[in-house]
């Protein structure tokens, strides 16, 4: 670490939950004339929250901000207020901070009910920090299901011409999951259950995890693999997603691409790979299988796209599928890499969604075919759109090329493992397919004869609170391209230990 603070900030864990929710309670009273100020309220609890998030980064120990407070406890139950932060959420924590302020930042010119839609954004703020800081499983459970209330009005109130579908079909399909995750928490908690007494502290149900047999670990493994992976999401559980994106505000969006789909992939590792070992090791071909084909298909959807932001959202399947088939290596390099690429793909999927949304906006139509020359009009938006989709496709000296080198390492020594080394082309192939999609979506977007499918008198480049907003994150994306250790310094000996409780290195 390059640089340490030298004080400490009393209950910072508590604090991240708390601004955002209060900050979420006074934007929703921005009501009526107050209105205009709802922004300006939300900025400043979301930008005391991000800064508490960054706090982390520069404290040594980490252990220091572990908060742990009996919750309920009676009838053989015990249920803890307890937050942790760890190498696994570390990145997860200040992602989700950075992200919630530059989407308030970026979205400074709503007028529709801003008082709404930023008190959502914050709202949902507190269900992400809770999901990434919770070490006990009743309280992890409550914040997973808070973040699908405001993300489900996001879409429905705020969303696009098929939004109230959209959000049906997003709340049903995560719901539903999490319900089959639910049975799998309570099997593993009442399993690891000592001395008549039911704990669902993390660390509880990790040391009484020893008692569990082949068989329990194979079928719970299975159903809260079930549970997290739809969030992430696995084909052909998928279908949610693209509906969601395409209806939903381009705040929206960015927390869904940037934080919400990693739920599922930090559930797996925290959950799956630490507490059921050899149920990991069973699931191990399976998982690959699902990796390999949400790679594969998610970038052959991408090509027959018509929407930008559509085309997006595939995207996102086929890089999850990456982070995928980098847990299901079970070795140190794969764990680390995977968080790191979960890491990655935020940053680049929030500049994705970032000028899908201002196409929508600004040109008035997100259509591939009836775009084309746009770079001459709008050069800024064409600068941050490239950038964009270079960082996507791993172009080297930016943060997604590092993560796909990472992944594609740890895939190569597994695939030399079991003696299928032809199993490295399929990869390769998502990646070239990558390569082909956004070269040529930006090609029909940005290049060649000036449209005139559509009316561009009205037409406007990037404004300055979008500028801000890109800019931040576009520098990060180059800071950790050019400089990877600084994001994979805090995970590496989160994912040596994991790997060794794995039984491999």
Known sequence: MFFELPFEIPYLLTLLLVV?????????????????????????????????????????????????????????????????????????????????????????????????????????????????????????????????????????WFGGPRRHYAAIKFFIYTHVASLVMLIGIFAIVFGAASGGVADFSFEAVLAGSAVFGSTFQILVFGLLFFGFAVKMPIVPFHTWLPDAHVEAPTAGSVLLAGVMLKMGSYGIIRVCLEVLPEGAQYWQPIMIFIGILAMIYGAYACIAQKDLKKMVAFSSISHMGMVMISIACLSSIGIQFAIFQMFAHGLISAVLFMVCGMAGHSIGTREIPLLGGIAGKMPVFAAFMMFGFMASLGLPGLVGFWAEFGIIFSFYDYAVSVDMIWLIALCLLSLLLTAGYYLWAMQRTLFGRLTNKIDLSHIHDVSRPEAIALGVICALIALYGLWPDLALSYIDGYASSLAASLGVI
Do not use: C
């Open 20 to 156: 955002p929710l209060v900050g979420a309670m006074a934007t929703l009273a921005m009501g009526g004339e107050r209105q205009k100020y709802a922004k300006y309220t939300a900025g400043v609890f979301s930008g005391i929250t991000m800064v508490l998030s960054m706090v982390l980064l520069f404290t040594p120990d980490l252990s220091v901000y572990n908060e742990s407070h009996t919750w309920i406890e009676t009838a053989g139950l015990r249920m803890s207020y307890i937050l942790t932060v760890d190498g696994l959420s570390i990145l997860m924590v200040f992602l989700t901070g950075l992200l919630v302020f530059l989407s308030t930042v970026f979205s400074a010119r709503e007028k529709d009910k801003p008082h709404y839609f930023f008190a959502l954004l914050l709202a949902m703020e507190v269900g992400l920090m809770g999901v990434y800081t919770a070490a006990d499983y009743f309280l992890f459970y409550i914040m997973w299901e808070v973040t699908l209330i405001p993300m489900y009005f996001l879409i429905s």
